[in-house]
């Protein structure tokens, strides 16, 4: 075997991930040593990536061989030197560079501290009197420098986790140096920079002296005159000088770059003015600043240029930031930042953040300065700007329990050191922890861990936040009602009530009173609800009506008392629980389904029992249920049990998402079709009477019903069938409406018959040729109108068919409509508009009346479906949005129109549910009560606090469709 194969072997042993790379580079070193082992192999077993450290070292002792004797000769320098070499590729390309910069590692570094890092940079670039001379790839190489000097001190820990808040703490030492040095840099290229008192406001990580290894720099920037010069002069010059340093710190040039300076925190963000005084800052900060700005101002501080200024501007803004929890929708405003940022995340970089994912980084920083603001109001002790800090003040004042706080604590050290050794491998804005095995060991190695413990550490620790997220905000609620008190944490009832109200709960008092009730006792179940409660309260919190979520599960809790399968199902089950705190704050059409039945609860387990039964399933299991009951009136019974649990699963499967507009408006429409039916079969066995057809009308015959609607129709009978029989079949009918139909705590289906022939003055059944020879002989236009949307829905289809057929030239008129009945029908809907919108509710908020809504678009496509339909069969179909795509195919309307429409009516149309859904009573305008609408926007898919979004977009859609419909319908 060669030397060569013997070291590839030796190399591969010690575990480089290219033995015979490193092979080359080591022959290549003992070629210019004789043959002499420069250094022990042993060196490198701690180094993160082996051949880098390895290749760099050889390149620096090549370069600079007298300099590397030194080295070699010092155990301690050669070891800080080869962990830098193999931590950060672009660090080791610095030392590779610039080998003279290895003696910043000759003695071990120590920390410097803000005042210490600013000799060291203007030391380093010449700064005299407030200005640099020379060129700024000084200050460049300076930072790479620091970084060496601080990674060493990090990768050479035997506890990197107890360094972290030292090493971050450190980092925005060297950043402040860096805004100081490149403001020196800054003044020399702009003329009477001594006019203006211009102050760098550190934000963001900087602001809270955590910062990473690369990262932007978030800063104000505030100016007042100084020298006798006037405001906008002092503006202009600071401005000058901002965008000096902000160019300077990005540039790129041979030594690299340092990192961007980010202002876009400043008031009004991009597009407001990069440099504001006092005054304007103050101006904006009490008049226009929203919710999450005061939440950054947490960690405002000053950071370089004239201090005195920066404190001025931190003094103006300090009280403003701790009265944040009390403006209105605080919590909603600053939860929604939080679920856009994690929706923002790219799919395939969902399971890799370390920052920004589920129980990363971001949602302990997330908990501890909610905390802080909703308990730093009143208790100054909290009002620090770091998350180390502030987590350990949120303990020792009492806010978060010990072993909870000492877990999230290390959860959050782990994440910072992944995050920290993440970046420095390539210097890169990065927060994924990488997806290749070789990259993932050499991370590992840097913490003293296999890279497949690294990940499953990092991954258990992202559990724990999760887990520790609930725990922290929500168990000390119930040890607040308790006589026990868990990890020697007990809030007072006034702090109690202050995080439940910063939490969204609009009576803390009441809530706690509801915790009260259902933790009470010694028993099991009060044991399952205290383990459920710290969850079950966030799901509650995240929800648009907290309180009326909190009320309901406790009510649902107490109708199902001990119940044995209910709390063990919501501890258990991964759905059930995190679903019916989703209801219980969004519905309270549901919630009052469930009280009747709940039972019904179980649907939430699983998906299956969520998909809405079809007619004819429903059809059987309600003749099933109606025969087990010799007694009619239970027989009844059971029937609308059928039909309210089926009601309950339809909209179960609404409010959770699992079910669109159409199919919900399909599933309540075959409801509609079995409870006639069963009706029907119910007064059969009362009055014997002959066939009966239904035919559907309205929504219920467009399969597009809403949980309000009634089930508009009407009855047939076959030909010949007069005198006591056709009495017998009204009776039927009356009999079976009005079991269908009588009031009672479940929704009633009302059956309605005012559309057929001669309205409430014509009988409520007729044969098949009663009704042909009315639609020949004497029905009005808008009776051809009405029947666009006629279907057999129950009885005998084959009757009901039979009707349809025989009117089938009356409904679909060859040659389509007269001049005067195109007048005659917007005559009519001009009259419908005036006369049923209710007083007091504007037009542009009446969802079926108002411009651009229901009844717009719907009277836009059947007069052009009355038009058209005897030429095109395609338009004879009872939906609507089928009709409207098949007017767009036939050309009839331009695609953008048909748009326009179909946007319009769905958007419409979803509104009329959501405001069932949320209220449990019908409703056909947009509400104007904004707990209400929150709840609405969120089952339409908004997130917390978009209730005004979702009325202006919705403003927008019913305006657009109002102009189609102004040119389509009313031919303007």
Known sequence: MSRYQSQTGEFARRGFDSATSAARVWERWLGRTDGEPPVELGIFEPVADRDLALDSLERIAAADPRLFQEVAANPGWLRRLVLVLGGSSVLAQTLVRHPGECRALEEEPQARGRGGWINFFYGRCGVVDGVAEGSADDLRLANKVALIEIAARDL??????????????????????????????????????????????????????????ISDVDVIYVAEPANGAGTDEAISIATRLAAA????????????????????????????????????????????????????????????????VGQEFVDLVWPLVWAAGERPGFLAEIRGMRDRVISLIPAKQADREI???????????????????????????????????????????????????????????FQRVLEHRVQLRRLRRTHLVPDDQTALDQLGRSLQMGGDELVARWRDSTRRVQRLQQRIFFSPLLDA???????????????????????????????????????????????????????????????????FGLLAFRQLSEALGTTDWYLRALRDEGYMAPRLARIASSSRYVVDLLKRNPDHIRMLAGNDDLRPRSADELTDAMTRAAARQEDTDKAIA??????????CRIALSDVLGHADLSAVGVALSDLASATIDAGLMLARRDIQAPDIGVIALGRWGGSEMSYSSDADCMFVVPDGVEGPELSAATDLVRRASQIIGAPGPDPALVVDTDLRPEGKGGPQVRTVSSYGTYYRKWASTWEAQMLLRARPGAGSRELAAAVLDDAESFRYPLNGLRSEQVTEIRRLKSRMEQERIPKGVPRERHLKLGPGGLSDVEWTVQLHQLQHAADHPSLRTTSTLQALAALAKLGVFG??????????????????????????RPNDALPADMRELAAIAVL????????????????RLLRRASDVVDELFWGL
């Not at 009004?268 to 999450?292: D, I, Q």
């Not at 326009?900 to 859904?917: E, G, Q, Y």
């Open 156 to 213: 050479a820990s035997e506890k990197p986790l107890s360094v972290v808040d030292s090493i971050s703490s450190e980092l925005a030492h060297v950043a402040d140096a860096v805004l100081e040095a490149s403001l020196a840099y800054a003044r020399a290229e702009v003329d009477n920079w001594d006019k203006a008192r211009l102050a760098v406001l550190a934000m963001g990580k900087t602001g809270a002296s955590e910062l990473n290894y």
């Open 895 to 920: 695609d953008q129109q048909a748009k326009r429409l179909a946007d319009a009516w769905t958007r419409a149309s979803m509104l009329r549910d959501a405001n069932m859904l949320v209220r449990g």
């Open 940 to 955: 339409l898919g908004y997130g917390p606090g978009e209730a005004s979004r979702l009325v202006e977009d919705t403003r």
């Open 355 to 413: 920052k920004l994912g589920a129980g990363g980084l971001r949602d302990t920083e997330f908990s501890v300065q909610l905390l802080q603001l909703v308990h730093g109001r009143h208790d100054e002790r909290l009002r620090v700007r770091g998350t180390f800090t502030g987590l350990a003040e949120l303990i020792g004042a009492g806010y978060i329990g010990r072993a909870d706080g000492a877990e999230m604590a290390e959860a959050y050290r």
């Open 638 to 647: 059971s029937v609308r049990a059928v039909r309210r649990a089926e009601l």
């Open 481 to 547: 009602v308790s006589s026990v008190s868990i990890d020697g944490l007990k809030l007072t009832p006034d702090a109690a009530q202050t995080r439940m109200s910063a939490l969204g709960f609009a009576d803390p008092k009441a809530a706690l009173g509801h915790i009260q009730a259902l933790t009470k006792g010694s028993g099991r179940g009060a044991e399952i609800q205290r383990q459920l409660l710290p969850a079950m309260l966030g799901w509650f919190a995240e929800g648009p009506n907290p309180d």
């Open 245 to 308: 340093q902000s160019r300077i710190c990005s540039a790129h040039t041979g030594e690299g770059t340092i990192w961007q300076v980010d202002a876009a925190l400043r008031p009004e963000g991009k597009a407001g003015p990069l440099v504001r005084t006092l005054s304007s800052c103050r101006a904006y900060y009490e008049k226009w600043a929203k919710n999450w700005e005061f939440q950054a101002l947490l960690k405002a501080r000053p950071a370089a240029g004239d201090l005195d």
